[in-house]
């Protein structure tokens, strides 16, 4: 019987690193191989302060979890910064380089022989010593832990870590600045890994580098992509299978010896056909069902009475000011100036557009203003404050969202979710207001999720609220892709080609779209388009570019009248 | 001190010279395919195994040794693409689920060397063993060898990269694939012949360091990390980056040695890329494309 | 015809771009497709040379049905694409560009007589030889381009947008250079921005907008018109 206490803590213990792995690679989808490493940090800190300083096991546990969070997040800063492929770069040799630390560092860990006599924990004068007594103890750690992770997946904060898995790039244009919510997370998987690691090392009183080798971390991936990725579930039926299914194997007379290798050689080509054939592995990940929550029901939702106000009115101190200003803005590649000295103004309350032949430098000014380049000279101006220069997520806080050409709509989440994950200063994005705050936290949540169905009954997408965006269809998700913007709040918007690769009848539905919510709102537009009849049909004026310079500012019809643009456009002999 | 100062450069120049090797050889698949290959590290352990096993218990020469643990290393190098890449390619797989992959099948491989060969090490028998010295600085044959085999294949690569017409093709790939694409090339093809070339490398260099060594499962861990390390170093879209990086690599780690204890060597490495990624995270030698 | 589509629809993935569209271009012609950015233009010539895959619809030339035929089946039926951009191996030299271009060609031996008529042709590129690609200004990068595909002695050109990055004087090196193929018998499908220019040297025009033909007409009769800013 204590055998199978044994066994259930075990995997107990490893469902807690399979569930902070998948917070990292489930969730905010990037890789880790150092896994085991952070277990170590937690299993070497708390036997060095049960041993050498003799407090309490619960304090020495939240030690761990601080020097593993912290030690992980500021490592991984500068990798993160970088690109994918360095974070595994950056977590192989942090594996190698730590275990090497484990193994040879005798002043501090004792090297090979580890560190033996760890005291058993004590709490209300009850020591946990053998597997009956300790089992308990681990399936409160393990509870806690989990709900933890629940709170943090299940809230404004995991929404943004799914959508910076979908696609970073399109996070930071709705304002969310992703570099800072992925160092939070793999530290916060870390230092979850620590609890686990240090109630091990109070678990067989020992602490041992071998067991924080490199092929640990490996084990721990099998497992959270066998069980199911950013499924919450997940960690405990891939612990479960993979930490019980060897054990099995204990039972085959003459097997014991072989169990390591054969552990390795299940675990490697499990993950190589889960890769094959399923990597989303067993079950699979669900959109959020935020609606359920708050309506009731099943059943998409009714019109909550929500006025969608007229947000541009933001900016309408002074109706004749303009609340977009360029001013001499320039920028060369190489020796191609892109853009030169190029002064435009967006009139407020206005759908201004941007056209030119190809080259002109449309979308140079488009990554300008927007933050995806930095000029060479000139300002950028919202509402008479200075926004050049700043980072893309700094600009929609100043009021300025951007649209993508190719839609960068984020496939694996709802349609509400891609709409809520817009709105700017949610209160559950902050882990400090999320535990400690909850209730500011549902009643924004619920505010923003009645916007939100308003927002999607804006667009004619209501129905489809619960719907996994990568399933509508590419005129759709365009569709979901305005919602999205609008629930940014933001005054003005940038528009890029947004009716590009849809057919005729799709361009229609569109334009009368960008016309009603426009006009609804009060925004300033600008729109980047090729296809004329959008311009004809949304703008008041636009600019004309070529070769980096504006040409004309004026109504499409004056524009189209003029000869010298239609040499232009069209080309000169 | 000046006794332990020239030795210690004696032996970065040998590490650096292998780690060169290792470089481009990881370096010239990832450059051309972008795929994360973790079993590279396999194929160094199989080709290391292989030499020690064919010259310890089959009593071969220690060429045959060689000849033998190159072809396994490219034959398994070819195998691994032609089967478990190419198919995650058509299925069209992310790089993360290709690396995820790779880093499955090298684990069970290096569990089946485990379970059939157990963990004692494995020596090669028969590598002309001399003692020499330049100075106060002492060497053995297997160190020159090293040194000279390492720079012989990576000067040959270059060459090969530079003015064979298939050496082109394999630039051109990893250049701009849409292009190559659009002229015929076949990237399945390309693919083969890299991965047949950069295994073929790791497979001598399994060899050149069984011969110095022996032969144990996790052989390969190491020399991958240097590998990649490089390449990430020097600037992935550079080949004689990826040499140069590994010659840093080798000597930092080696003379760091007059500073820091020999336990701590790859946390100078490790230290080395962090400023790196910090400063130019393109890499070294990498030019800042306009 | 020499070349055929029929009702030919492809895209991305889930972005369908091409929603049906009918061409033809007969041995010789010069035939331009024109159109709003975004409207297809390239996908066009993509999916009609294999490096798209056709969801729907046919690829007919020579009368035999290519539809699903990659690239280098193309190649040797004598059909060359040239890209609008990263149509250049910039790392590698000039030389090195035109070896790439002719590395699936079955007449391997004749490389070099075949290379020394393209110097004949393009001067400018044979005192660039060693030079890195990337470093040509625009307008060589478009010739070099050109002499690539001309190197495979094609019978039809599918050329994208030539006239992008470039001075008018340059373009109208490149335009003169597409004249010249055309008149030793190479037709050529041309997508182009410089529509004034296309016009003229086109006998036939594709005008496209959201996928889809809108209109197709000669060359001589848009020229006539008083304005184009309907076919935007």
């Known amino acids: 019987m204590e055998y199978i206490y044994h066994i259930i803590i075990f995997i107990l213990l490893y469902s807690i690193l399979v569930q902070s792995l998948n917070l990292i690679m489930g969730y905010a989808g990037m890789v880790s191989m150092c896994h085991a490493i952070f277990s170590g940090i937690g299993a070497y800190t708390a036997a060095l302060i049960s041993i050498h300083l003799g407090y309490n096991f619960i304090f020495a546990m939240a030690v761990a979890f601080v020097l593993a969070a912290v030690t992980g997040g500021l490592l991984a800063t500068p990798f993160l910064r970088v690109r994918d492929e360095y974070l595994i770069v950056f977590t192989i040799g942090f594996q190698m380089v730590m275990y090497e630390f484990m193994l040879t560092a005798r002043g501090i860990t004792e090297g090979q022989g580890g560190i033996p006599g760890i005291p058993p924990p004590q709490l209300f004068g009850i020591e946990f010593v053998n597997p009956l007594t300790f089992l308990p103890l681990v399936v409160v750690i393990t509870s806690i832990c989990f709900a933890f992770s629940w709170r943090i997946i299940h809230s404004p904060f995991g929404r943004v870590l799914k959508a910076i898995r979908e696609d970073e790039s399109a996070c930071r244009a709705l304002g969310k600045n992703s570099l800072k919510f992925r160092v939070i997370v793999f530290g916060l998987g870390g230092g979850l890994a620590a609890i686990a690691g240090s109630t091990l090392a109070y678990y067989v009183t020992f602490v041992s580098p071998f067991t924080f080798v490199v092929d640990v971390s490996i084990f721990i991936i099998v497992m959270v992509v066998l069980g199911g990725l950013a499924n919450f579930w997940g960690p405990l039926v891939g612990a479960a299978i993979l930490v019980g299914l060897p054990e099995a194997l204990r039972f085959i007379p003459g097997a014991a010896g072989v169990i390591d290798a054969v552990r390795e050689i299940l675990y490697g080509f499990i993950l190589m056909l889960l890769m094959l054939f399923r990597p989303q592995g067993i079950l699979p990940e669900r959109a959020g069902r935020i609606l359920a929550k708050f309506s009731g029901n099943e059943k998409p939702l009714q019109e909550d009475g929500f006025e969608i106000e007229a947000i541009g009115e933001r900016y309408s101190s002074d109706p004749k000011k303009s609340v977009v200003e360029l001013k001499d803005l320039s920028k060369s590649f190489g020796g191609l100036e892109a853009v030169k000295d190029v002064s435009l103004s967006l009139p407020y309350g206005e759908i201004t557009g941007l056209i030119g032949p190809n080259g002109c430098g449309k979308t140079t000014i488009f990554n300008l203003i927007t933050g995806y380049l930095t000029p060479d000279k000139g300002r950028v101006l919202v509402d008479g404050q200075e926004i050049t220069n700043q980072a893309p997520y700094r600009i929609v806080k100043a009021g300025l969202a951007r649209s993508w050409q190719d839609v960068r709509i984020f496939n694996g989440m709802s349609v509400l979710e891609n709409v809520m994950v817009a709105f700017q200063e949610q209160a559950g994005e902050n882990l400090a207001l999320l535990f400690f705050s909850p209730r500011r936290v549902a009643e924004k949540e619920r505010r923003n999720c009645q916007k939100a169905i308003s927002y999607l009954n804006l667009v004619g997408l209501a129905e489809k609220a619960n719907e996994l965006a990568m399933n509508l269809s590419t005129a759709e998700q365009k569709l979901a892709a305005i919602a999205r913007l609008l629930a940014t709040e933001c005054p003005v918007l940038l528009l890029d080609e947004p009716t590009s690769a849809l057919d005729v009848d799709s361009v229609e539905r569109i334009i009368k779209l960008i016309k009603r919510v426009a006009e609804q709102t009060r925004r300033t537009v600008l729109l980047v388009e090729h296809n004329l009849d959008v311009v004809r049909g949304l703008v008041r004026k636009a600019y004309f570019m070529s070769e980096g310079k504006v040409l004309a500012y004026g109504e499409p019809s004056e524009l189209m009248a003029n000869p010298k643009l239609a040499e232009v456009y069209f080309g000169i002999d | ?280 995270p393109e890499g070294l030698l990498s030019r800042k494309r306009g | 015809m020499l070349l055929e589509i029929k009702d030919l629809k492809a895209g991305y993935g889930k972005k369908q771009v091409l929603h049906g569209i009918s061409m033809s271009v007969d041995k010789g012609e010069i035939v331009a497709l024109i159109g709003h950015n975004g409207a297809g233009k390239s996908t066009a010539l993509k999916a009609t040379f294999g490096l798209i895959t056709p969801g729907e619809g046919e690829v007919i030339y020579e009368g035999m049905n290519m539809t699903d035929y990659p690239p280098g089946a193309k190649l040797d039926a004598g059909i060359y694409h040239i890209p609008q951009e990263q149509f250049l191996f910039n790392d590698l030299a000039v030389r090195d560009n035109l070896e790439m271009s002719f590395f699936t060609a079955k007449d391997q031996g004749r490389f070099e007589s075949k290379l020394n008529g393209i110097y004949d042709m393009f001067p400018v590129l044979k005192k660039r030889l060693d030079q890195t690609a990337g470093t040509l200004s625009g307008g060589e990068r478009r010739m070099l381009g050109i002499a690539m595909g001309l190197l495979r002695e094609p019978k039809l050109i599918l050329v994208d947008e030539p006239s992008s990055g470039l001075s008018p ?62 076919l935007f």
């Open chain 3, 169 to 230: 004087v340059a373009f109208q090196g490149v335009v003169q250079t597409l004249q010249e193929i055309n008149n030793q018998g190479t037709a050529v499908l041309l997508v182009e921005q410089n529509v004034k220019v296309a016009f003229k040297i086109s006998r036939r025009v594709y005008v496209m907008k959201s996928g889809q033909i809108i209109l197709e007409e000669t060359g001589q009769k848009l020229l006539e018109r008083n304005q184009w800013w309907d």
């Open chain 2, 1 to 280: 001190m000046y006794v332990l100062i020239s030795q210690l450069l004696l032996n970065g120049i040998v590490t650096a010279s292998l780690y060169a090797l290792y470089g481009v050889s990881w370096g010239i698949i990832y450059r051309t395919t972008r795929i994360f290959h973790f079993s590279h590290h396999l194929i160094f352990a199989l080709a290391g195994y292989t030499a020690a096993l064919v010259t310890t218990e089959l009593g071969l020469h220690y060429l045959l040794g060689l000849l033998l643990a190159t072809a396994v290393a490219i034959a398994l190098g070819c195998s691994i693409d032609a089967f478990l890449y190419r198919t995650l390619r058509r299925l069209q797989a992310t790089q993360t689920t290709t690396f995820l992959a790779s880093m499955g099948f090298a684990t069970a491989g290096i569990g089946l060397i485990f379970l059939i060969l157990r963990s004692n090490p494995r020596p090669l028998t028969g590598f002309p063993v001399v003692m020499l010295s330049i100075g106060p600085a002492n060497f053995t044959t297997v160190d020159l060898i090293m040194i000279i085999v390492s720079w012989v294949l990576i000067a040959g690569l270059l060459i090969f990269l530079s003015r064979s017409r298939y050496g082109k093709a394999i630039r051109a790939v990893g250049s701009n694939m849409d292009m190559a694409k659009n002229l015929g090339i076949s990237s399945d093809r390309v693919y083969t012949v890299v991965f047949a070339i950069g295994s073929g490398l790791f497979g001598v260099a399994a060899f050149l360091y069984t011969a110095k060594n022996c032969a144990v499962p996790m052989m390969g861990m190491l020399p991958f990390f240097m590998s990649f390390t490089a390449v990430f170093l020097g600037g992935v879209t550079n080949i004689a980056g990826h040499a140069v990086a590994g010659v840093v690599l080798g000597l930092a780690e080696t003379l760091g040695m007059i500073i820091l204890p020999g336990e701590y060597k790859i946390m100078i490495v490790f230290g080395l890329l962090l400023v790196v990624i910090i400063l130019k």
